[in-house]
């Protein structure tokens, strides 16, 4: 008897020992399936987490202009207040119906420059304070923010040049310093200028872009590309394209680069660089197009004085590499990029 009981009793023990391991190994699947999606998510999040310090999928912080609001001077304020009213309406002050001078073509800086110069690949203003003085290649020399603002006033708007001293140019300059003074000196903001885009490996085609222009860009900017003006006729709704009223041949959006960059990016109106809609075969042709129109022509025989320096897209001669100006003007450019 008393040999039997211990045997009886391992065998219960040994029994035990096995449901107890079976037990353990239940609970350790049971347990294994409520958190497995517990540590894949967590995983996840961290994964996320820790890719956008590396490089893998960079997020971009870009620039946004410093707020107006902050400002406490009350005479600082209304100065930078006014500097981007001319931006934003320069029409209605210095348009052919201008309260102040009748001295330019009637666009404002903000076609071109769009929301007063803020918006990301909207042709902003975020690298100008930082950024300058500096040396330019068109004119070969160092280039104070008020010659680059006289820049555009003689050029994008076929107009005059604002005296330096003037309370309006003082106003204008106050802004695109202000809205740009969170960027550090030397540095380029996130985002500003144009966003780029590639070349085609064909010329771009003039004829293919009329086409693109009367689906997409006609119903604002008219069959001539003459626009059209709000009712006082001091302001344009949609601004020119080309004619009388538009950028003259010495402004920056007759680089074919330079307005397919903008149109891809900010066009029909509404688009962002983060939603475009035009391919960009349509957005060369259509640059091709709008730049194959006639439009006022301003001489510069100082422009580039170091031949070497002229963009691949510069549509005049002369050019230091053997391409006629066609092809400067339209492309391709691959071939003249190896040179
Ligand atoms: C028709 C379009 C157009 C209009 C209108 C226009 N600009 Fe521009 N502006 C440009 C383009 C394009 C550039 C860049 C040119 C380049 O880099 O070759 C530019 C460049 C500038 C720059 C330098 C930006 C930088 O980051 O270097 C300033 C400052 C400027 N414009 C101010 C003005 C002001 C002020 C007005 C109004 C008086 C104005 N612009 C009107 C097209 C325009
Ligand atoms: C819904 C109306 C609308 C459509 C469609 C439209 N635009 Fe514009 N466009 C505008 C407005 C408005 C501005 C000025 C933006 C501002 O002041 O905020 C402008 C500005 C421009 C400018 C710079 C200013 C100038 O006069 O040179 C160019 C270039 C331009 N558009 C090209 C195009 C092209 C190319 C298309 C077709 C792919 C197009 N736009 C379609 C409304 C439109």
């Known amino acids: 008897m008393n040999s039997e009981h211990p045997k009886h009793s ?15 190994v239940i609970f350790f699947l049971i347990a294994l399936i409520l958190f497995t999606p517990i540590i894949l998510f967590i995983e996840k999040q961290f994964n996320s987490t820790d890719n956008s310090k590396s490089s893998s999928i960079p997020t971009v912080s870009y620039w946004r202009p410093a707020d107006i609001n902050s400002i406490t ?12 009213q001319l931006i934003a309406h320069t029409s209605k002050y210095f348009g052919p119906k201008g309260s102040i001078a009748q001295t330019s073509n009637g666009l404002n800086c903000q076609n071109c420059h769009l929301q007063a110069g803020t918006v990301i690949y909207g042709n902003n203003y975020g690298s100008v304070a930082s950024l300058y003085p500096k040396f330019r290649a068109r004119s070969g020399a160092i280039e104070t923010i008020y010659k680059r603002v006289n820049d555009c006033f003689e050029r994008s708007l076929n107009g005059k040049a604002l005296d330096t001293v003037s309370k309006e140019m003082s106003a204008i300059v106050a802004y695109i310093t202000f809205i740009g003074s969170n960027v550090l000196k030397g540095e380029k903001a996130e985002g500003s200028g144009f966003k780029e885009l590639s070349y085609l490996d064909r010329a ?16 604002c900017h008219k069959s001539k590309g003459q626009g059209q003006l709000n009712t006082p006729g001091n302001e344009f709704v949609y601004p020119a394209l080309w004619g009388q009223h538009s950028f003259n041949d010495a402004a920056g959006l007759y680089r074919i680069s330079n307005i397919a960059k903008y149109v891809k990016y900010n066009m029909p109106q509404g688009v962002t660089y983060a939603n475009p809609i035009l391919t960009d075969e349509e957005a060369w042709d259509v640059a091709a ?3 194959s129109q ?3 022509h301003k001489a510069t025989p100082n422009d580039w004085p170091d031949i070497t320096k002229k963009p691949i897209d510069y549509p005049f001669g002369p050019y230091a590499d053997g391409f006629y100006e066609e092809q400067h003007k339209y492309g391709p450019y691959q071939a003249m990029m190896k040179k």
Do not use: S
């Open 294 to 296: 006639g439009r006022p």
């Open 289 to 291: 197009f709008i730049n």
């Open 204 to 219: 771009a085609d003039t004829l293919k872009g009329r086409a693109v222009y009367e689906a997409n860009c006609k119903v």
């Open 10 to 24: 391992n065998d219960t023990i040994n029994k035990w020992v096995a449901i107890q391991q079976l037990a353990r």
């Open 73 to 84: 001077e009350k005479e600082k304020k209304e100065n930078i207040i006014y500097g981007k």
